[in-house]
């Protein structure tokens, strides 16, 4: 199968609505990540998305709808703390986890009798699901286990003649998924962090249980390895010399060969001299942007270590922490 690189004019989006309709794949932008789209209601079609990224199958998929009212076509009821949220920070990236509608097949919800929703806030996507009229599941358009896509060449490189479109509306403006929370238990349970920070969610939903990255896998997909390069990768504790611990396992990975490279922050490049570094910008906003495409960045420039550097906890860090833990299969320096 060839696979197209379409810009996203409203034609565009029409044709690849169509191939939704008709139970094909569809690799769209989000202000998260790219997704890779099929109809959600077609268990078929769904069952596509596991087969080109490899996924397994009990890790399921987002379903992504235009507006409320859709979000009520594919959940049995959706409890008040939902219609609060949603009112607060939908469109957006927050996912919400509900107990399914029938119509929902098991393959999306790898079975469960849950369905995790959101709406994007991406025109592209908007306009996508609106055409397409039907809700599209979708995970991130990448292989099983690599970074997350943030540009439609990510997609490319990874699922090229797997899927037959790819709708490329630029990078990611956050760069990172989706909080998912889990609305069917007494408490809200943050299941991922990701583009809304817990403390915003706090202000809305009041008290949320934090799962702990690292226990029992109560997030489906938790248990997988994830947002891994090819590269390894280190994640560095935060603290205030951690430059120095950073050059010093440079240096070590060097002598060896390793050929390894500093993920940092612009303003602590001139703490690492003349190592080479890879700079995601001045915030910890800019990390999330960046982290995905610079780790595929440094597999294309053969390094092979990545030494990451370490976040303050709490706002976006918590989901930086995440994703960098889980890149690093746990090897944290
Ligand atoms: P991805 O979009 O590739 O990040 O994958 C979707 C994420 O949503 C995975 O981490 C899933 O485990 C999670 N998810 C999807 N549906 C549910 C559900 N019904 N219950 C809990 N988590 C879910
Ligand atoms: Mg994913």
Not at 39 to 58: C, H, Q, V
Not at 121 to 129: G, N
Not at 262 to 286: M, P, W
């Amino acid at each position: 199968m060839d696979t197209k690189i379409l810009s996203t004019t409203s034609e565009n989006i029409k044709l690849c609505a169509k191939a939704v309709k008709n139970g094909e794949l569809v690799a769209f932008p989000t202000e998260t990540v790219y997704g890779l789209g099929a109809n959600a209601l077609d268990a078929t079609a769904a069952e596509k998305i596991y087969a080109a990224k490899g996924r397994p199958s009990d890790n399921p998929l987002i379903v992504h709808v235009a507006s409320m009212n859709e979000v009520s076509a594919v959940v049995e009821k959706i409890p008040p703390i939902a219609v609060k949220l949603a009112a607060a920070f939908m469109p957006g990236p927050l996912t919400l986890v509900m107990k399914k509608k029938p119509c929902v097949p098991d393959t999306v919800t790898g079975g469960l009798d849950t369905v995790a929703v959101r709406i994007p806030k991406s025109s592209t996507a908007l306009s996508l699901i609106r055409a397409a009229g039907v809700p599209i599941c979708a995970p991130s358009a990448n292989l099983s286990g690599r970074p997350s896509p943030t540009t439609a060449r990510h997609v490319y490189n990874d699922l090229y003649g797997k899927i037959p479109y790819i709708l490329d509306g630029g990078a990611c403006k956050i760069g990172i998924e989706s909080t998912v929370l889990d609305l069917t238990s007494d408490k809200p349970r943050l299941l991922r962090p990701g583009g809304l920070s817990p403390e915003k969610l706090r202000e809305v939903a009041g008290e949320i249980e934090i799962v702990q990255s690292g226990k029992v896998a109560l997030c489906p997909g938790m248990k997988y390895k994830h947002y891994a390069p090819k590269a390894e990768v280190l994640f560095s504790a935060y603290y205030e010399n951690m430059a120095q611990s950073i050059c010093d396992w440079y240096d070590r990975l060097s002598q060896s060969g390793k050929n390894p490279v500093i993920l940092c922050l612009s303003q602590n490049a001139e703490k690492y001299g003349d190592r080479a570094t890879l700079k995601v910008g001045r915030t910890y906003e800019d990390y999330a942007h960046n982290l995905f495409a610079d780790l595929r960045l440094a597999d294309d420039r053969c390094h092979g270590v990545v030494i990451a550097e370490g976040v303050e906890d709490g706002g976006i860090g918590s989901s930086l922490i995440n994703r960098l833990v889980k890149s690093s299969g746990g090897r944290i320096i």
